[in-house]
T-cell receptor, first 112, second 112 residues
Framework: SAVISQKPSRDICQRGTSLTIQCQVDSQVTMMFWYRQQPGQSLTLIATANQGSEATYESGFVIDKFPISRPNLTFSTLTVSNMSPEDSSIYLC?????????FGSGTRLTVV | RKEVEQDPGPFNVPEGATVAFNCTYSNSASQSFFWYRQDCRKEPKLLMSVYSSGNEDGRFTAQLNRASQYISLLIRDSKLSDSATYLCVVGLVGGTASKLTFGTGTRLQVTL
């Protein structure tokens, strides 16, 4: 199956700043997704990252807060903008291809 | 009502025990079904897909009842290494093009 490299693995950020998370897949995937997992909860889909076009956001998530890029089939970024302590969470990317779904190792974000 | 519901547990069982997890989903249009395993502070990893005919992989057996919108996972001869959170996951469209909806997970703790 595909391997997804996600970085950074963790960060502590000041409120009001932004953090960009990167995911690199070692093979082409048809779709890429970004999830958030808050403490003690399951994964919530933020958006589907579309290659070369604007991401498709789920209810409750907007582009201004979570801009996403996907310039090619194997790379995507998620930015968490103007952070507040409520954004403290684990952010995961996922790729879907012939093998099924694979997840990055996650970014543990703490906003202080 | 949550789209995917699971008993959060925790299930505390002795080594060698058989344990069963249940899951229900609300969207009758769902087409793909999975069990994922998530270890503490790690990303989810696919345990097995679930098919209408039921499927088995070693000590793990998964069942799907579309009429009842119910999915189950049976673990026989539990090992200490089975301790993890088990996520019931449902996809809206069949194949690799679907968005996944995650249950909140059932925590399993296998003890000596």
């Amino acid at each position: 199956s595909a391997v997804i490299s996600q970085k950074p693995s963790r960060d502590i950020c000041q409120r009001g700043t932004s953090l960009t998370i990167q995911c690199q897949v070692d093979s082409q995937v048809t779709m890429m997704f970004w999830y958030r997992q808050q403490p003690g909860q399951s994964l919530t889909l933020i958006a589907t990252a579309n290659q070369g076009s604007e991401a498709t956001y789920e209810s409750g998530f907007v582009i201004d807060k979570f801009p996403i890029s996907r310039p090619n089939l194997t790379f995507s970024t998620l930015t968490v903008s103007n952070m507040s302590p409520e954004d403290s969470s684990i952010y995961l990317c996922s790729g879907a291809g012939l093998y099924g779904y694979t997840f990055g190792s996650g970014t543990r974000l703490t906003v202080v | 009502r949550k789209e995917v519901e699971q008993d959060p547990g925790p299930f505390n069982v002795p080594e060698g025990a058989t344990v069963a997890f249940n899951c229900t989903y609300s969207n009758s249009a769902s087409q793909s079904f999975f069990w994922y395993r998530q270890d503490c502070r790690k990303e989810p990893k696919l345990l097995m897909s679930v098919y209408s005919s039921g499927n088995e992989d070693g000590r793990f057996t998964a069942q799907l009842n579309r009429a009842s919108q119910y999915i189950s996972l049976l673990i026989r001869d539990s090992k200490l290494s089975d301790s993890a959170t088990y996520l019931c996951v449902v996809g809206l469209v069949g194949g690799t093009a679907s968005k996944l909806t995650f249950g909140t997970g059932t925590r399993l703790q296998v003890t000596l």
